[in-house]
């Protein structure tokens, strides 16, 4: 059966790290990680991931700016986009029907089952 | 005679000599020598001028000069002398030859001449002694007739009678004094007829003249105070008397008349005149009302002011009392003002509230004080008393002015004292913001870490399989994230400051669903509900999952505070707000205005409250009483900020007898201003 691809760009390595070992625990992903949001496009164009886990508060460049030059991009414009983030509530997420800015949202610290299960819903 | 005598009782005469032959001098120094019942004391010069000399320095009874002087001649010789010291009798010294001019000296006031070398001691003497005691009766006469004419100058009464013949005026004798009176004497009157009627202006003739035709027709007339002019041109009055005279067949054959000076008793009566009309003019001008009255209290006196206010004339003052013009009470006040002043002589002064006669409140300034006659003995008072309403009323305005004064000061030290107040509660929020801040800052750095631990439970979770012991170490690490979670997500609550998603809604609604959510920990605690909501409370404009998160709050805070069971009251009513209300830990001025409509809601629980000391902390982030991992410390900080976002307000109050009152107060949705 073929693993979904999951790109996950994070600037916080340890969290990047863990999160990958449990997705590809559970036999189910493939998981690219991109530590470097100025990268993230590039990945993405190699990659080709099913779905992109965002981070939004990163370094150099905002979650909201990958987001957008991903959508920018002909090829990625329609690969699904998740943030995944520590910047936001998480009531202020579930009072918008779990979406910021349009798009879907997961709140830090989220659990497994969560991302598997946004994963699962938002994948293509 | 002289007066002075020496040691032995004889008289001494001091005789200065002039005398330029030493042997004439000689020989009348010897003759005086032999004269033993008199003592001569003999000075002697030579000249003229050592003469006067020694006359400035010395005083002499008598002079004897020789007129041949080496400095002086003749007649000069006795005319200098006699110019020099008139009172001193002079005896002239002349020789045989020349005796023409001693009797031209003796003429021109020498006493008395001797020639040289006819004289023995005794004629030289008696000369000598005649002269002085001629000399001091010449004296004695002038100043007697000096005394006379003063005194008969002083006299200021005459008479004169005039003689009738058919009744027409013959003959008029003056008597002597007239020339005192009128400069002119009894000679001229007699020289010119007319002079008594010429004597007098012409303004005052004719009531001379018919004071005359009176006496004429035999009848006493009146005296008459009339005008002369006197013959040194002054103006004198006089006060003319007469009598008809007749004789023993009863005709008339004469009148006498009595003429006397009243100059002076003129002059002193006009200065009486002018002095009364000076003070009847000050009395009845000045602008205060002005009376007298004697010790027994009638009226001796009142100005036409007071007369007039009296609404009585001056006639029907005076002898009256108070009592014929005031009530009797205030009649009987003013008598004890007066016995005031007449028993201690001092004066009495005071502010009287009278009402004038068109029923008006006026104010008077009043001084009592005692009248004296000439021996000092009080013989009534003199009142003065003036109108000092406008006065008084402007010092009431003043004193008005001053009161408001002194409220719009305590009103102003309390907008100060609510400004200070304000400006704490403005450094408090200030605080709340620094904190919120920080709490935001702190809660996102907290996340991501917790995140990590969170995956790593995760993963864990899935490998440890059954060991049982490592499944409960990982289960409590899950809970400590949760908690950690749920702390900063309190944080952030509390820094939020988003977009409210406010709809206008019920708040008894409200609450209703509210307590859904927390009916398993009510029935949990055995906790008896009681509900009292208003069914006319105003709508309120409010994010309703925001409101609901604070009734949460505040019921589970009433919750936790019976842990034993108690009563959880619940009660909502509309309020008008009377007064202006403000918030602690709030930027906002103030919460309700005047005139605001706003929907209460009280929570009220039978708990044992809260202690004195925490009351003012409740407020306060991550204050709190509760057991670690039952309360963040963030509840109410967060409601309190959330109602405060809604323009509303949340006070904790502890209730008498035991229990905590949380009440919100939220403000009635009006339409027009709604977004």
């Known amino acids: 059966m073929n693993k979904k691809r999951i790109l996950l760009v994070d600037d916080e390595k340890s969290f990047t790290n863990l999160l990958k070992l449990n997705l590809e625990d559970t036999g189910n992903y493939e998981v690219r990680v991109e530590n470097w949001p100025e990268d993230a496009v590039q ?82 | 005679m002289p ?75 006795f005319k200098t002398l006699h110019a020099h010291s008139s009172a001193l009798p002079i005896l002239v010294l002349s020789g045989v030859d020349d005796e023409t ?61 005039v003689k009738l013949l058919d009744g027409k005026p013959v003959q008029s004798i003056h008597s002597p004094a007239c020339v005192s009176v009128t400069g002119y004497t009894a000679e001229d009157y007699e020289q010119n007829p007319d002079l008594w009627i010429k004597m007098v202006p012409e303004a005052d003739r004719p009531a001379v003249l018919s004071q005359v035709d009176v006496a004429l027709a035999g009848r006493t007339p009146d005296p008459v105070e009339h005008r002369i002019l006197h013959k040194n041109g002054q103006v004198r009055w006089v006060r003319n008397s007469i009598v008809p005279s007749l004789d023993t067949q009863g005709r008339l054959i004469a009148y006498d008349g009595l003429i ?50 009296l609404g009585k004339s001056l006639k029907e003052i005076i002898g009256k009392t108070d009592f014929d013009f005031y009530p009797p009470d205030l009649a009987s006040k003013y008598q004890r003002d007066d016995r005031f002043v007449i028993e201690t002589g001092k004066t009495f002064e005071t502010i009287e509230e009278n009402v004038s006669p068109n029923g008006e409140t006026i104010y008077v300034n009043v001084v009592k004080t005692p009248i004296f006659d000439g021996k000092g003995k009080i013989i009534g008072i003199q009142g003065i008393f003036w109108d000092i309403t406008e006065r008084k009323r402007w010092e009431e305005r003043l004193q008005r002015a001053n009161e408001e004064l002194a409220r719009s000061e305590a009103a102003l030290r309390k907008s100060h004292e609510e400004l200070k107040a304000a400006q704490l509660q403005l450094i408090q929020a200030e605080k709340m913001e620094s904190v919120a801040t920080l709490a935001a800052g702190v809660a996102h750095e907290v996340k991501n870490p917790l995140a990590i ?31 950690a979670d749920s702390i900063t997500r309190g944080l952030l609550e509390f820094s939020s400051s988003r977009q409210l998603a406010v709809k206008p ?43 609901q998160q604070v009734f949460v709050n505040v019921f589970m805070n009433a919750i936790q505070a019976m842990p034993k069971g108690g009563s959880l009251k619940l009660r909502t009513y509309p309020k008008q707000m009377t007064e202006s209300t403000f918030s602690e830990g709030s ?21 044992s409250g809260i202690p004195q000391e925490n009351l003012a902390k409740i407020f306060d982030p991550f204050f709190t009483t509760k057991p670690t991992g039952v309360g963040t410390g963030l509840g109410l900080p967060v409601s ?36």
């Open chain 1, 43 to 124: 990945a993405a164009r190699e990659f080709k991931p099913n779905l992109i886990l965002l981070d939004i508060i990163m370094p150099r460049m905002p979650g909201g700016n990958v987001a957008a030059e991903l959508q920018g991009d002909p090829e990625l414009k329609n690969t699904p986009i998740v943030f995944l983030t520590a910047a936001v509530r998480r009531q202020h997420v579930e009072e918008n029907e779990g979406l910021l800015c349009d798009f879907p949202c997961l709140v830090k610290p989220a659990s497994v089952d969560e991302v598997v299960k946004m994963i699962e819903k938002h994948a293509r």
């Open chain 2, 3 to 77: 007066v002075q005598t020496d040691i032995a009782g004889l008289p001494v005469i001091k005789v200065l000599l002039v005398e330029d032959n030493t042997a004439d001098a000689h020989l009348l120094r010897l003759l005086l020598n032999e004269i033993l019942s008199i003592r001569y004391e003999l000075k002697h010069v030579a000249r003229l001028k050592e003469a006067i000399e020694v006359l400035d320095r010395e005083t002499f009874d008598v002079l004897l000069a020789d007129l041949t002087l080496p400095d002086s001649y003749g007649f000069d010789t």
């Open chain 2, 101 to 161: 001019l001693a009797v031209r000296a003796v003429r021109e006031g020498a006493q008395d001449y001797l020639v040289k070398g006819r004289v023995d001691a005794q004629a030289l003497s008696r000369a000598i002694t005649y002269a002085i005691e001629r000399d001091r009766i010449e004296t004695a006469l002038e100043e007697s007739e000096k005394h006379y004419r003063y005194l008969l100058e002083s006299i200021t009464d005459y008479t004169y009678t």
């Open chain 2, 260 to 309: 006397a000076d009243i100059t002076e008793r003129k002059r002193a009566e006009e200065k009486l005149v002018n002095s009364e009309a000076f003070y009847h003019s000050l009395v009845e001008n000045l602008p205060q009302f002005i009376l007298r009255k004697d010790v027994t209290e009638r009226f001796t006196f009142a100005n036409q002011r007071f007369c007039n206010i």
């Open chain 2, 453 to 483: 631990l969170m995956m790593g439970v995760n993963f864990l979770n899935r490998r440890v399989g059954n060991d049982e012991s490592s499944v409960t170490v990982l289960k409590e690490m899950q809970e400590a994230i949760n908690r």
């Open chain 2, 505 to 547: 809604r019920d708040l008894n609604e409200l609450i209703e669903a509210t307590l859904q959510l927390v009916r398993h920990e009510i029935t949990a605690n055995e906790i008896n509900l009681t509900k009292d909501f208003a069914p006319n409370l105003p709508p309120v404009a409010v994010d309703k999952n925001q409101i």
């Open chain 2, 587 to 607: 930027r906002k001025a103030a919460n309700f205005w005047v005139g605001d409509t706003v929907a209460v809601a009280e929570v009220e629980d039978s708990g």
């Open chain 2, 640 to 675: 309190k900020k959330i109602i405060e976002l809604h323009g509303g307000s949340l006070d904790i109050r502890n209730v008498p007898g035991g229990g905590v009152r949380a009440i919100i107060m939220l403000k009635g949705h009006k339409p027009q201003t709604t977004k």
